[in-house]
């Protein structure tokens, strides 16, 4: 019987299918989200409010969210890379319907990918972030936040612990209901996960939980989660079968998978309240739609 217990924050509606060459139809998407409350997902990133020419698989964003099951024990993300995406995270609560119940903010900690991904500097997407933490307390809405890139960037390469730990550090102070750090591209090793979450946790002091965003792209995502846990990280960003990357980096592969991720924690004893049978199915189901097996190793194996 597990002892300790992790939380899943299922992001395949998101971010495993923001870099699908084939537009995901809305009735697909509300299908998905579906199976993964049913393998136990509580916490699911559904949308991003960004331009649709940039990412063309989101441009449903509002219609999802429709559509979405209201459900009182599951918390649906919006993430926003600007304050026009929380004007349109908070439209989705008008006329007293369900919407978004929390959105994920987002500062890459590099000033070339900013630039890229959201048209941002470090120290613009500092000053925006803070500002969007503050609005969105001002109108009731829950936020949370993202360092992206923190463990290197597509352009730059490197990128400094001090660089991530100074950001998080002026993040703090808008007290947002989490701080993660994502190594978008896949470059983190273990050592670095265990030095640079180690560090993080020593700078919140226990006032802030910490979150973890791991992509698979050297194959290290999986070894990264572990070392993360190891280091107080008890949040955990997945994605079914492992599918995902960011449009913005070159060679962007998947999000760490959630079978993978529970298998893992599973057998060392520890709990996400997840159905892994019922996560490999709802991988078979998916695969057959998009007519390809999916990266994540638990559900090729069993």
């Known amino acids: 019987m597990a002892s300790e217990h992790i939380e899943l924050v299922e992001v395949g509606p998101r971010d495993g299918l923001q870099n699908e060459p084939e537009v995901i139809s809305t009735a697909v998407k509300l299908a998905l989200i579906d199976k993964m409350i049913g393998y136990g997902a509580r916490r699911l990133e559904v949308a991003s409010f960004v331009h649709p020419q940039r990412v063309p698989q989101m441009a449903d964003a509002e219609s999802v969210i429709a559509g979405l099951p ?72 829950r936020a949370q936040v993202t360092i992206s890139a923190a463990f290197g960037c597509p352009f730059e390469g490197e990128v400094k612990h001090s660089t991530v730990l100074a950001i998080a550090e002026e ?22 996960v265990t030095e640079l979450f180690g560090r993080l946790g020593e700078t919140l002091a226990g006032k802030i939980p910490m979150r973890a965003h791991f992509h698979n792209t050297r194959g290290t995502g999986i070894a990264n989660a572990w070392e993360a846990y190891k280091a107080g990280v008890r949040i955990f960003d997945a994605s079914l079968g492992g599918l995902g990357g960011c449009p913005f980096a070159p060679r962007a592969t998947g999000n760490i998978a959630t079978e993978d991720l529970i298998y893992m924690m599973a057998r060392s004893g520890i709990d996400a309240g997840i159905n892994l049978d019922a996560a490999i199915a709802a991988n078979k189901w998916f695969a057959g739609l998009l007519g390809r097996e999916l990266p994540s190793a638990v559900a090729r194996a069993g």
């Open 171 to 192: 993040l703090a102070i808008e007290t947002p209901e989490e701080i993660a750090l994502a190594d978008t591209i896949g470059v983190g090793t273990p050592s670095e």
């Open 70 to 141: 209201d459900r009182a024990d599951c918390t649906y993300i919006g993430l926003v890379l600007n304050k026009r995406g929380v004007l349109r995270a908070l439209a989705t609560r008008e006329n007293g319907a369900r919407g978004i119940d929390q959105i994920g903010c987002v500062i890459v900690a590099s000033d070339t990918f900013g630039q890229k991904n959201q048209g941002q500097t470090i120290a613009e997407g500092l000053a925006e972030t803070r500002e969007m933490l503050r609005f969105a307390r001002a109108e009731g809405m």
